[in-house]
């Protein structure tokens, strides 16, 4: 593990920082860079290794360009000594220490500009003369679909408000938040500007000017922060924050508090004034302290270095040289503010200004609010006197510069004197304790800052930029320590960057080396900021995780910021660290261990000298644990290389020694051995004689024997094809890890099983256990190896039973075998010590068998775990026959409930067995379900799914395999054959054999399963399911209409009307009366049938789903009417459960809720089938209706509310306009419905069936019928009309069947008369094919009749071609029901006469009259 460089931010839209912040250097830009180029193809040989060996005069010469003096002779000094960068040292006249790089002619914009990074990483300031551009943090979402933070623009602007000045120096400073639920995140971030003219502005993210102040009238060199800092030792005096600015000559302070409280006052002011409209409020000056920094030449950079106390030597010693021999020395040593700063003459100064020699500078401060106040007061008396000042006379007052303070005079304590150096820039280390400084000569000096001397220096470093890296040791690291836990150590990595050679180091401090080194781009910034957030203490910082980056690189080419990765070790690896020898003794292995071409050999010797060879045990422990973790070392290596170890710690002082290693060496050494023998065994046979065995198995091969078609079947349905990894099969080698790492030595030697995935406890369990399971191992050899390593054999009998129970398919390969061998296993491990116990409570069972037990009911093999309770059961019936020899006769109630307990347990596994058998059938290729997975049940599942469990198992399996509702009824209905021929015996069973051998499969199984379980698997109780498992299908997918309508045939076909009525019900309830007012209330709004976009909107179906849906409203409402009507005449059902199955626990069944449902309400049960009818056939024949608008207010009123409750219904006589509109739909329904019958084989054939179901179904006119009754319409106008319209579509044989029930047969009569009028009208004088002898027919006829025929219209008839024999089979039937008496009776014997004269009509043209 080393020191890595790692992007974590990138910065977009340089190009338009760069376009903005150089739009006036457009044009003159290319030519400079041109001359910049030129120049430095000429003279850019990096000379910084050679020039910094010759320690001369000249060295000097050729960085003073870059040095950022303030004289104004430095353009002709600059130039003088190196013409070449003349133009670069302009553009840096009066910069920072951030730009130390921009004066080389080859230097990007960006060394052109000021820059400064948040702390926090989440803002960016980049500014060039009088601009600036805010860049704030975004996330957004990369090409791979990863969460990448950017600094996108958020402001650009122009900053300055004075003429001619210019940005000098940028700060950018997180203020913490205030609220108790904050986290550390910063609640907003101040960017602090000073500029030329010595003004010094406070802004917001948004460009917003906070507060601005000026403190000296030179320009502000550098702007530096310090923040609270959690004290690391109790004797380390407490830091306050601090806002330091440097000026030529001047320091200013101002303290944190205060400026994060003027910062907030300032920031809620704007907002407030921003919000309200008005004018910003200029707040009052802050208070500072200004020092006068004497006794240096010039001055480029400083650092704040904090309050710091002298010890009492120190103080002593300080007297003593100040004071002379007779000095006098103050009780208590004051506290001092101390200073550094960099420069010239002396090349590095040391301030000290001790607490209380100056008070903060307030009188213009009085003066500033005294002025204001004076100026409001005044300005508004002068607007209510009405004489105000004119805006513009006042503006020249205001731009009065404010006073400035004079400064403090403060001396220089003691410097490094070196009159040819200057210094350049200087970088404080985080713990104050050290700062990095660099110069012009290229050197790079580190001095300890509490003695105030250089402790080493770097050469070749020509205008480097520092930085400080601190890391904190982490937790654990010093674990091995025998005294009590040591503090965190922290360590400091001083980071260079030098872009002349680009190139970035990191070094160990003090005297430690280089720890890293990057290639980067020489146009690079180093930006560290050396601060965190303002506003934190000591309190609000409990709890907070400050999210800050130290260092960062910014790479203005790509825009890549970058941040470095320092680990803490690294601090220690020097020459004489033996735990950084370690470590790296473990990287050397753990490269090993990765490496798959190494032989055996090689990798034994060399993990083998590597682990003796390392000395902290921490890390012994970690490269023993990477060895035994390695999944390529053989088993041999392993062995050899703990063993030699093992071995070394034996031959050491026990003192000396880690108990806590040496106890994993000998555990590891165990399970190693244990590994080995058992590898060894499997390849053993099994060779001993089991005589015991023999004669316990005698009814165990019987059982099998039964069980043996059942087992088959069952086996053939659950192997199916597969797609399985070599790595997940059972039968592949246990690696050794696998091994160790679920295995444990405790300290009394014995050997525990750690449980983790069931893949891994599986594999561990083959093996163990499975080669004396198929025979290839010696069983009781195997087990004394077992019990010799101390695992207990109740952990043994839980592995051996999961790997029976996981590997079914293997088992039911050899099922006689298997079982066999797993008798002997479980006998073996039974007669283990520990394993049952010699003696019990006669009133409990063994919890030996217990286990055994409820492993079975727990299994989802239903197979494997039936064999596994037959082979105990015998063993254990055995086990408690040989104990029960010895004991009293009394406990003999114990061994008959053990038994009693396993006879449940088995016939459970067989019910399950046949169950599960029946649930692997797969469905068919096209039905709902194909293609799913059957789900998998136990006994215990079963158990707590409640009374109920078995039938709903069995009713989704009826739904996966699409069983008709009349195809489930005649498989039950053969099943109760089946069960009476069997009750009847003899001869009878024999006239049924031929139909039981024609079931299929399928039914054959089924009828089996009901056979297993008569009470739980009734007919009643499973149509219930079934008609419940539909309903929820259909639930989930409206659309398949088929589903609803399966589930009421189930419904149809339960023989309990107590039950029909409950989930009736239920369904209504839950599933129907929801989808079903939303179809009302949607007929009602639209008026008609709806299209099927409106349908799928409203209800969430589409157009014929719904027609279906509304048919089977309609249907499920009848059935509950007939329910309601039948409950009173039969008895409650009584739902019995199986004796085996009486434990079940869970949720209530189905047929218990059903039962325990109230009674509904008939007449409003009846009044929504009403409704379901009228919707179903609007739907039907897409008619126009509003259907709540066929009923009066208490009608409408009663729909949809709860059928169980007592509602006002409608009574009397209805109003005739709704009786007119209900009869008049009644009759729309009637012409539809038989203008649905209009194929010619209808015409034709009286005696065609038509369908159940549609609009062509036989039962709309029957429907209708009952509607008009209901609706109090009367039903002989219903069938009247309904004849009318069938001799209108030329049906005469079912309008003939229909005629017979019409009561009124005058008013048919005169209908049928005008319909065979129009019918002789349409064959004498509109037919096509006129004949000679109807013209002549036409001609003799009567005038009456010939007039009324010519007055009828036969466009009416949908089928006016009608055989003449219909047509005089009508006129008959006139005649007789018409009364000789009639009005029209003379005018139909007219018809009859023409329409026998018509039908002889050939006859008449052969003799004429």
């Avoid at 003799?1340 to 036969?1354: G, N, Q, S, V, Y």
Wanted: with cysteine; aromatic share 6%.
């Amino acid at each position: 593990m080393s020191c890595c460089l790692v992007d974590f931010c990138r910065v977009q839209e340089l190009r338009t920082v760069r376009e903005f912040l150089f739009q006036n250097d457009k044009t003159s830009e290319p030519a400079e860079e041109k001359d910049h180029t030129a120049g430095e193809n000429e003279l850019s040989w990096d000379t910084s290794d050679w020039e910094s060996s010759w320690d001369n005069p000249e060295d000097k010469d050729d960085t003073t360009a870059t040095t950022n003096s303030t004289w104004d002779t430095s353009d002709w000094e600059s130039s003088w000594d190196n013409p070449e960068d003349k133009d670069d040292t302009t553009a840096t006249t009066n910069s920072t220490v951030e730009e130390d790089g921009a004066g080389q002619g080859s230097a990007p914009w960006m060394q052109d500009c000021v820059v400064s990074l948040s702390p926090c990483s989440d803002m960016l300031v980049v500014a060039r003369e009088h601009r600036a551009v805010f860049l704030s943090a975004k996330w957004r979402t990369d090409d791979n679909g990863r969460e990448q933070m950017t600094l996108a623009v958020s402001w650009s602007g122009t900053l300055p408000t004075e003429e001619g000045e210019c940005v000098s120096s940028v700060i950018c400073i997180p203020l913490a938040s205030q609220k108790r639920s904050s986290t550390g995140r910063p609640d907003w971030t101040c960017i602090v500007v000073g500029f030329s003219s010595g003004y010094v502005r406070f802004y917001t993210e948004n460009g917003v000017l906070l507060l601005a102040q000026l403190l000296n009238e030179d320009p502000v060199l550098r702007l530096k922060c310090r923040t609270y800092e959690i004290p690391r030792h109790p004797g380390v005096t407490e830091q306050h924050e601090e806002l330091s600015i440097l000026y030529p000559a001047a320091l200013v302070t101002i303290d944190g508090f205060s400026l994060f409280q003027s910062l907030r006052a300032c920031r809620n002011q704007v907002a407030r004034a921003a919000a309200a409209g008005s004018d910003v409020i200029q707040p009052p000056p802050l208070a500072y302290k200004k020092w006068g920094l004497q006794e240096m030449d010039t001055i480029v950079d400083h650092s704040s270095v904090g309050i710091m106390t002298l010890c009492v030597f120190d103080q002593m010693k300080n007297a003593s040289i100040l004071g002379g021999f007779h000095a006098s020395v103050k009780g208590s040593p004051p506290a001092m503010s101390q200073y550094i700063a960099v420069g010239g003459g002396p090349y590095t100064g040391f301030y000290y200004a001790i607490e209380g020699s100056s008070q903060p500078l307030l009188s213009h401060v009085a003066l500033a609010v005294a002025s204001k106040l004076t100026s409001a007061l005044f300005s508004a008396a002068s607007g209510w006197l009405g004489w105000k000042k004119n805006q513009s006379e006042e503006e020249p007052a205001q731009k009065q510069k404010p006073k400035v303070e004079a400064a403090t005079p403060l001396g220089v304590r003691f410097g490094l004197p070196d009159s040819r150096r200057h210094g350049e820039s200087i970088c404080l280390s985080p713990c104050n304790t050290l700062a990095g400084v660099t110069d012009d000569f290229g050197r790079v000096t580190l001095l300890d800052v509490a003695r105030g001397i250089a402790i080493r220096m770097w050469k070749g470093y020509r205008d480097a930029q520092l930085g400080w890296v601190q890391v904190s040791e982490r937790r654990g690291e010093r674990e091995s320590s025998p005294s009590a836990p040591l503090p965190r150590r922290h360590a400091q990595f001083l980071v260079i960057y030098a872009p002349r050679r680009g190139i970035l180091e990191v070094w160990g401090t003090q005297q430690g080396p280089r720890v890293g080194a990057f290639t980067v781009g020489k146009h690079c910034r180093l930006l560290y900021a050396g601060y965190r957030l303002m506003g934190v203490n000591s309190v609000t910082s409990q709890g907070w995780q400050l999210h800050t980056q130290q260092v960062c690189l910014l790479d203005p080419t790509t825009g890549g910021l970058r941040t470095i990765t320092v680990p803490f070790h690294l601090a220690l690896s020097d020459k004489k660290s033996e735990r950084a020898k370690d470590m790296h003794l473990l990287k050397r292995l753990a490269t090993l261990l990765r490496s798959r071409e190494v032989e055996p050999d090689i990798l034994e010797s060399e993990a083998k000298s590597v682990l003796l060879e390392i000395k902290h045990p921490a890390i012994k422990k970690q490269a023993l644990e990477s060895l035994l973790s390695n999944k390529n070392a053989p088993i041999s290596c392993l062995t050899n290389v703990t063993r030699a170890l093992h071995n070394s710690f034996k031959e050491r002082d026990p003192e000396a020694v880690d108990e806590a290693l040496l106890q994993l060496c000998s555990s590891q050494l165990k399970l190693l051995q244990l590994y080995s023998d058992i590898q060894q065994l499997q390849s053993a046979t099994d060779t001993e004689p089991c005589p015991e065995a023999v004669e316990s198995l005698e009814g165990l091969e019987v059982e099998l024997s039964r069980l043996a078609p059942t087992l088959e079947r069952y086996a053939q349905l659950t192997t199916r094809p597969s797609v399985s990894f070599a790595q997940d099969s059972p039968d592949r080698p246990l690696p050794a890890r696998t091994f160790l790492s679920q295995l444990e030595c405790a300290e009394t030697g014995e050997v525990n099983v750690v449980r983790g995935s069931d893949t891994d406890w599986n594999q561990l369990g083959s093996f163990l256990l499975w080669g004396c399971l198929c025979g290839d191992s010696p069983i009781h050899s195997v087990c004394d190896t077992l019990q010799q390593a101390g695992i207990s054999p109740q952990q043994l009998l839980s592995l051996l039973l999961s790997v029976w129970l996981h590997r079914e398919k293997d088992v039911l390969k050899k099922p006689e075998m298997t079982a066999r061998n797993l008798h002997a296993l479980l006998t073996a491990l039974s007669n283990m010590k520990g394993a049952v116990e010699a003696s019990w409570d006669p009133q409990s069972l063994s919890p030996w068998w217990q286990q055994v037990r409820g492993a079975c009911v727990q299994s989802h093999s239903p197979a494997a775990a039936l064999l596994a309770a037959l082979v105990a059961h015998r063993a254990a019936k055995t086990n408690i026959t040989s104990l029960g020899d010895s004991k009293l006769q009394a406990e003999w109630e114990a061994v008959s409930l053990e038994l009693e307990q396993w006879a449940v347990c088995v016939r459970q596994l067989e019910d399950m067995l046949a169950l599960q058998t029946l649930l692997w059938v797969p469905p068919p290729p096209h039905g709902a379900a194909s293609g799913s997975t059957p789900p998998q049940y136990s006994v215990k599942t079963l158990l707590e799914g409640g009374r109920g469990g078995i039938a709903d198992s069995v009713s989704k399996w009826v739904f996966r395999q699409d069983l008709a509702p009349a195809r489930l009824a005649g498989i039950l209905q053969r099943r109760a054959e089946k069960q009476a021929d069997d009750s009847s015996g003899g001869e009878e069973a024999k006239d049924h054999t031929q139909p039981d051998a024609e079931l299929d499969r399928t039914a054959e199984l089924l009828v089996t399963v009901c056979q297993r379980f008569p009470d739980s698997l009734s007919a009643d109780l499973l149509y219930a399911h079934c008609c419940w498992e539909y309903v929820v299908q259909w639930n989930k997918d409206p659309e398949e209409g088929r589903f609803l309508c399966w589930a009421v045939d189930h419904l149809k076909l339960v023989s309990s009307p107590h039950i029909q009525l409950g989930i009736s019900s239920m369904m209504w309830s839950t599933f129907i009366v929801k989808r079903f007012s939303a179809a009302a209330f949607l007929m009602e709004k639209v008026g008609k049938a709806p299209k099927d976009r409106l349908c799928r909107r409203d209800v969430g179906m589409g157009d014929k789903a719904l027609t279906s849906f509304l048919g089977s409203c309609a249907q499920l409402l009848q059935i509950l009417m007939e329910a309601d009507s039948a409950v009173e005449e039969v008895a409650l059902p009584e739902l019995c459960v199986e004796e085996v199955w009486g434990g079940a626990e869970g949720p209530a069944s189905l047929a218990e809720l059903a039962l325990e449902q109230k009674g509904v309400h008939y007449p409003l049960v009846q009044h929504h089938c009403l409704l379901a009818s009228l919707l179903h056939a609007t739907m039907t024949f897409s008619l126009r209706l509003k259907p709540l608008s066929l009923f009066d207010s208490k009608g409408k009123n009663a729909f949809f509310r709860d059928l169980t409750s007592i509602q006002l219904m409608p009574s009397g006589d209805m109003d005739p306009s709704l009786i007119s509109l209900r009869q008049e739909f009644l009759l729309r329904v009637l012409t539809a419905w038989v203008q649905a019958l209009d194929d010619v084989a209808e015409a034709s054939a009286s005696t065609t069936p038509l369908p159940a179901s549609g609009p062509r179904a036989d039962w709309w006119p029957s429907l209708c019928q009952e509607l008009a009754s209901l609706l109090q319409v009367n039903t002989d106008v219903v069938k009247r009309h309904l004849v009318c319209e069938l001799y209108n579509q030329g049906l005469d044989p079912r309008a003939e069947e229909v005629m017979m029930e019409v009561e009124d047969k005058d008013v048919l009569g005169s209908q049928l008369l005008v319909l065979t009028g129009q019918r002789l009208s349409y064959s004498l004088l509109h037919s096509q094919a006129q004949t000679q002898s109807a013209m002549e027919l036409l001609a003799r006829l009567p005038p009456t009749l010939c007039t009324w025929l010519k007055a009828m219209d036969p466009s009416e008839l949908r089928c006016p071609s009608v055989p003449l024999a219909q047509s005089s089979r009508l006129v008959s039937r006139l005649i007789e029901i018409l009364p000789e008496n009639h009005a029209q009776y003379s005018l139909a014997l007219h018809l009859m006469e023409a329409v026998d004269a018509l039908t002889t009509g050939p006859t008449l043209t052969t003799h004429p009259t």
